[in-house]
C-alpha cells in the first residue's frame, strides 16, 4: 500500500490549487460569519471575504497569534454552536490557561483521513498492529492517531504512555508491528530493551511513527538501528489539528503538508513578510476544511523552510524540513537573524556530547556583542594552552562562517550553565530597549 | 616518566579555592603544581599523591580534567643546571610545551618536570647525558 489516497495526495497542483481557493474562501466565510474575533480583525482591516479573490490574497489578512488563542480561553473562537462540537482538545499550556480546541464530527472525520495518510506513508496497512503510546487525554496525540488506525482498518493497541515494562511485553506478545510515540521515549524504550535482553529480532517491530518533540537525523538514525525500523516523523500542532498535518514519506527528505487541508506559509518572524520557497522562517497555517476551529495565518513559532520540489514518492504536496528552532528564540543581532540551533549545530561537531552553551547579547556603546559560551568537555580538554586556544578558534571561526557575525567564545567550567526543568535556557539578552 | 592531573578552571573567583578544598577533603595532597591562566580560563597542572582519587572526586564535582604524561628530571641544583637540561633537550630536537618545579627537594637536586613534545626521545636524551629521571612511585617519598 503506497498511499492511502491517491486521489488527494497526488493531484495535479493546478487541480490542488483550485481546490484550495475554494476551501478558504468557503472558511474566511465561516470564520467572518461566525467568530467575532476575526471579523473584526478583517473590520480592522478594511477587509471583506469578497476581498478573497486569489490564494495570494491570504497574505492580507492578519496572523493570529498564540496569544489571540489564549485571550478567547476557552471557547470564543470556536466558529459552530457547542451542540455540534463533538470533542474537545486542549494544549499542554506551560503557562497559565491551555489553549482549547473544539472538533465537529467532520473534523473528527477529516483528521482520521489524514492520519490514516500519515500511518500508510510510514509504512502501516490493514495488517498492522499499532501500538499507540502517546498520552491519550487532552493532548491530541493517542486520539488523533488512533482514530487514523481505525480507518486504516488496522489493529490499534491503545496503550498511551508510560509503564515501559507492559509496552515492551505488550509489543512482544501482541506482535506489534508499528509504535507511534516520541522520538525521546523510543530511545528510552530501545534501552529497557538492551536491559531486559530482548532483542529486536525477537519483535515484528518495523515502523515508527515519532513526533510532538523536535529530533534530529542523528536521533533518527539511532533509533532505526537500536529498533531495527524505519522511524518515520510526523508533525502536527493542537491548534491547526493535532499530529497529522504533514509526513514523511519514504524518501525521509521533508514532510509533506496535506495542502487540500491546510495552507502553508513561512514568514519573516520580525517583519511578517513571507517569504520564498527554501528560505527558513516562521511556519504559518491556514486551515481549509475546519468547521469547529478554523484557523486563519496561525504563527506556530516553529522555524522551518518549504520545499516545492516534485518529490520521488509521487505526492504533490509541498514538503516542509525537520523544525529547526522556535522563533521566539530568535534574535537579531546588528540585522543578522541568530538562533541558538545554528550555534548546536557547530558545536555538535566538537563534542561527543550533548553540547552546552548559552548566548549572551550585549550592547556596548551602539554595538551588539555576541558572547557565546561553551562548556568545557573532555573532548575540548588538554592541558596545553596552546591546544585549547587551536580549537577555540577553530570553532570561533566555524560560528562565525555560519552565522554570518563575530563572536566572543569563551569556555566555561561544566555545569555552570544553568539547566533549567524540561527546555534550556539558550539566550541571554541584555541590550535595553526603549 | 610520571603521571599529571590537568583541571579546566574558569577564570572566577574562587574556584581554585574550591577545586583544591574537594582534594583535601578526599585525602589527596598536592606534590607539585602550576598554573597556566589566560584571560578567561586557567589550567591547573599538578602532580598528586593519589591520582586516581582525584580525578575520580573532581568528575563527580563536575570538573574537566585530563591525564597526561610529563618527565621528572633531577636537576643539579646549581647557577646553570637547568640551562644545560634545557641545552640538551634543544640539541635532541625536543620541543619543551611548558615547565615547573617539584616542592620537595630531594638531596642536592632540585626536581623539574617537563612537558616535551616527543616523552620518549626526551627521556633518551636524559639518560644519554646521565641525568636521573624519577618515577612515580619514587615522588611520593620524597
Known amino acids: 500500500m503506497k498511499y492511502w489516497n491517491e486521489t488527494y495526495e497526488c493531484m495535479k497542483r493546478s487541480d490542488l490549487e483550485r481546490i484550495q481557493l475554494e476551501r478558504l474562501q468557503a472558511t474566511v466565510n465561516h470564520v467572518y460569519k461566525n467568530v467575532p474575533f476575526y471579523r473584526t480583525k478583517m473590520q480592522q482591516a478594511g477587509l471583506s471575504p469578497a476581498d478573497i479573490r486569489t490564494l495570494d490574497d491570504l497574505e492580507k489578512l492578519p496572523f493570529t497569534t498564540k496569544q489571540d488563542l489564549r485571550d478567547n480561553y476557552p471557547f470564543g473562537l470556536f466558529a459552530v454552536p457547542q451542540s455540534e462540537v463533538v470533542r474537545i482538545h486542549a494544549s499542554s499550556g506551560t503557562t497559565g490557561k491551555p489553549i482549547v480546541v473544539g472538533y465537529t464530527k467532520k473534523d473528527i472525520d477529516a483528521w482520521s483521513e489524514l492520519t490514516a495518510r500519515c500511518l500508510v506513508a510510514a509504512g502501516a496497512d490493514r495488517n498492522s498492529v499499532v501500538q499507540i503510546s502517546y498520552g491519550y487525554g487532552l493532548f491530541t496525540g493517542g486520539l488523533g492517531l488512533h482514530y487514523g488506525v481505525e480507518r486504516l482498518g488496522a489493529t490499534v493497541v491503545p496503550m498511551s504512555a508510560g509503564n515501559t515494562k507492559k509496552q515492551l511485553m505488550l509489543m512482544k506478545d501482541f506482535g506489534t508491528t508499528l509504535l507511534a510515540c516520541t522520538p525521546s521515549y523510543a530511545l528510552y524504550l530501545a534501552e529497557e530493551m538492551e536491559h531486559s535482553g530482548i532483542r529486536p529480532e525477537d519483535l515484528r517491530l518495523r515502523y515508527g511513527i515519532f513526533g510532538a518533540e523536535p529530533w534530529t537525523e542523528g536521533m533518527r538514525r539511532k533509533i532505526e538501528e537500536r529498533l531495527g525500523i524505519r522511524a518515520t516523523d510526523i508533525y502536527g500542532l493542537s491548534e491547526v489539528m493535532g499530529p497529522g498535518v504533514s509526513i514523511e514519506c519514504e524518501q525521509q527528505d521533508g514532510l509533506h503538508i496535506f495542502e487540500d487541508h491546510f495552507i502553508p506559509e513561512i514568514i519573516d518572524p520580525s517583519t511578517g513578510a513571507r517569504q520564498d520557497y527554501g528560505t527558513t522562517g516562521e511556519l504559518v497555517f491556514t486551515s481549509l476544511t475546519k468547521e469547529a476551529f478554523p484557523v486563519i495565518r496561525y504563527r506556530t513559532r516553529d522555524l522551518t523552510n518549504l520545499n516545492n520540489k516534485p518529490c520521488a514518492c509521487g505526492r504533490t504536496h509541498v514538503r516542509m524540513n525537520r523544525i529547526m528552532g522556535r522563533s521566539d528564540d530568535m534574535l537579531i543581532i546588528r540585522g543578522v537573524n541568530v538562533f541558538p540551533t545554528q550555534v548546536e549545530s557547530v558545536l555538535t561537531r566538537y563534542s561527543d556530547v550533548e553540547p552546552q552553551y548559552l548566548l549572551v547579547v550585549d550592547r556596548i556603546g551602539n554595538l551588539d556583542v555576541l558572547e557565546v559560551q561553551i562548556e568545557m568537555s573532555q573532548k575540548l580538554f588538554s592541558d596545553e594552552v596552546r591546544r585549547i586556544e587551536e580549537v577555540r578558534r577553530k570553532i570561533g571561526s566555524d560560528l562565525e562562517s555560519v552565522l554570518g557575525l563575530g563572536v566572543n567564545l569563551k569556555l566555561v567550567e561544566p555545569k555552570s550553565i544553568e539547566r533549567s526543568q524540561g527546555k534550556a535556557k539558550r539566550v541571554i539578552d541584555n541590550r535595553k530597549y526603549d | ?142
Not at chain 2, 98 to 113: C, D, G, M
Open chain 2, 1 to 142: 616518566m610520571v603521571k599529571q592531573l590537568s583541571v579546566f578552571l574558569e577564570n572566577s573567583k574562587g574556584r581554585l579555592a574550591h577545586m583544591t578544598r574537594i582534594l583535601s577533603d578526599a585525602g589527596v595532597d598536592l606534590l607539585a603544581l602550576s598554573i597556566a591562566d589566560t584571560t578567561d580560563f586557567g589550567i591547573l597542572r599538578a602532580i598528586v599523591t593519589d591520582l586516581d582519587k582525584a580525578v575520580e572526586v573532581l568528575k563527580a564535582e563536575a570538573y574537566t580534567v585530563a591525564v597526561s604524561e610529563v618527565l621528572a628530571v633531577m636537576v643539579p641544583d646549581k647557577p646553570g643546571g637547568l640551562a644545560d637540561v634545557l641545552r640538551i633537550m634543544n640539541d635532541a630536537d625536543i620541543g619543551v610545551e611548558y615547565l615547573y618545579s617539584f616542592v620537595r627537594k630531594p638531596e642536592e637536586s632540585a626536581l623539574i618536570l617537563f612537558k616535551v613534545d616527543d616523552i620518549q626521545r626526551a627521556m633518551d636524551a636524559m639518560q644519554h647525558n646521565g641525568l636521573r629521571m624519577v618515577e612515580q612511585e619514587e615522588l611520593l617519598k620524597i
